[in-house]
């Protein structure tokens, strides 16, 4: 997704020092943020910390699923948990599964499984019996964020008064790689194995991410962990947030890459040969497909945006609302000029209903499976316009859309949008979106 590039040079800043290293320096690697976002990289060897974005690396954060690292080793200390292979078996009483939960968490789990599927009620259950009074004595001792539980035992880090730092997070899996925490070493041989996302000749990554509602509906992603490359180690936390009108969170397999890319930068790594989770590029995807360059050009109303290379991947996976309308609805009859048939007209979609802004824009699919029900695939409020649909083939749709008011700079009165591209496949329910850098316009008072 994200090529290779020479890092930006650093510059010193005037931060407190993390415990064990001496500087910490800025770096510019901005380009492979299109969130708000930070970055932090540590080689306790080399004596160095570099840093995206200070002042967000600094701020308290909510942890959300990163603290699974702590309250696993909180679990193996109290034992509360025996091992790896400690089990706790579903209770849907107990843990009623709800409408957003992925398939994997509807079963029972061991500490391995729970941690590497992110299992909320599994370690919700393992925090209840570990307890308020040994929970704040860990956390006491392993000096972990503000050490805070409040909010409740079972929620404190999804969703109450737990923050911790990306600065604050590194310096946590430094001391917890180092064998500086107080906990036995049997406990950091489960943790550490638990941990490995992948092991190969060259390196060792280990990790977790988080993710977590917060403020206005936007979501607070995390990926920390670490990385061995030969005989040294990098410890790392990134954090972003996404905007409340995208409506998605990008996944693992994102943020791996989106790490590996900024490691790559940082000449940490070397790039990807060939990337672990490849996505199609919208240059691959339309290559020879007039048709659907002309719709592009033509919808999005302006012929430069369509320099498919500029398109960054956004988001891919599943999108980002679904609901369902059975049988032949008012909305659907009388917007039925607006919809696009797919080649052998067995379904239709439409950016309907055709008044477009407030309070929802919506992407809607027509006849799935022949059902007969309208599907709603995505819907956002303003500031996010739905422009149109075109069909590549019976599977495959793609709709071009606008992020407006893209604040730019009030400093300079100028706002503008970001063109988007959704390439959607029906037979898989995922889609991948594009973005393009802003179209500036003058912000008339």
Not at 158 to 185: C, K, M, N, T, W
Not at 273 to 278: M, S
Request: hydrophobic share 40%; net charge negative.
């Amino acid at each position: 997704m994200l090529a290779a590039a020479n890092a930006t040079p650093l510059n010193p800043v005037n931060a407190e020092p993390m415990r064990g290293i001496d500087r910490i320096d800025t770096v510019d690697v901005g380009r492979h943020f299109v969130v708000r976002g930070t970055f932090v990289v540590s080689n306790p060897q080399g004596n160095w910390t570099k840093v995206y974005n200070m002042e967000r690396a600094a701020e308290p954060m909510i942890p959300a699923s990163t603290f699974k690292i702590p309250n696993t080793i909180i679990a193996l200390e109290t034992g509360v948990a025996s091992g790896a292979d400690f089990t706790l078996p579903f209770d849907s009483v107990a843990s009623p599964p709800q409408p957003w939960w992925p398939e994997s968490w509807r079963r029972s789990h061991t500490l391995r499984s729970a941690f590497q599927n992110s299992v909320v009620w599994f370690y919700q259950e393992l925090a209840r019996r570990i307890g308020p009074r040994r929970m704040e004595e860990y956390l006491r001792r392993l000096d972990y964020g503000n050490q805070s539980i409040g909010g409740g035992i079972d929620r404190f880090w999804l969703d109450g008064d737990l923050r911790i730092s990306a600065l604050q997070q590194v310096d946590f899996l430094r001391r917890f790689y180092s064998g500086e925490l107080p906990v036995s070493g049997s406990t950091v041989d489960i943790v550490k194995d638990i941990m490995i996302l992948e092991d190969s000749a060259g390196h060792r990554l280990s990790g977790k991410t988080g993710t977590a509602s917060i403020e206005e509906d936007n979501t607070l992603g995390w990926f920390v962990g670490s990385i061995a490359v030969g005989d040294s180690a990098y410890y790392f936390a990134l954090n972003f947030t996404s905007y409340n009108h995208v409506k998605w969170t990008p996944p693992q397999a994102w943020r791996v890459e989106l790490v590996w890319d900024i490691l790559t930068d940082l000449h940490v790594v070397p790039a990807r040969v060939e990337k672990h989770h490849p996505e199609p590029g919208i240059d691959s995807i339309l290559a020879g497909n007039d048709r659907a360059a002309r719709f592009l050009i033509d919808t999005l109303g302006d012929s430069s945006l369509i320099g498919y290379s500029s398109f960054v991947l956004v988001r891919s996976g599943p999108l980002g609302k679904h609901s369902y309308v059975v049988g032949d609805t008012p909305e659907f009859a009388e917007g039925l000029d607006y919809w696009t048939f797919c080649p052998d007209s067995s379904m239709a979609a439409t950016t309907g209903p055709p008044e477009r802004g407030d309070p929802d824009n919506q992407i809607c699919l027509w006849n799935r499976g022949g059902t007969g029900s309208i599907e709603i695939l995505e819907s956002c409020g303003t500031p996010c316009v739905y422009l149109g649909v075109h069909w590549l083939d019976n599977h495959r749709l793609i709709f071009a859309w606008r992020q407006e008011r893209y604040a730019v700079g009030t400093t300079t009165h100028m706002f503008g949008h970001r063109a988007m591209i959704t390439v959607y496949d029906l037979d898989r329910d995922s889609g991948f979106t594009y973005q393009s850098a802003p179209v500036l316009r003058p912000m008339y008072r």
